[in-house]
């Protein structure tokens, strides 16, 4: 399997999601090491992921992929319905 669609995928994903934004308004902080913040948000990051990787792994044991991915989905279209309604004037 290519890794470059995986890349791609997540790199999209995170563009201007919370995680980005809180690390730039860390970053924004001119008391802060730009360095320490770039290191603590890409630790946090890879250990996320680590366990993303761990858990999904653990879990094709017992559910298909295929029903991972309608999860994931419907996870999705929750989270997405649950902030635009959040958002409604």
Known sequence: MALWP???????AELGDKTQL??????????VSKMGVFLA???ALVLSTLIAVLAGSQLSHYISPRALKI???????VIGTWVLWSARI
């Open 71 to 77: 999860m994931a989905g419907i996870g999705f279209i």
């Open 22 to 31: 809180a690390t730039l308004v860390f970053a924004s902080d001119t008391q």
């Open 41 to 43: 948000a890409s630790g």
């Open 6 to 12: 995986i890349f791609l995928a997540v790199f999209l």
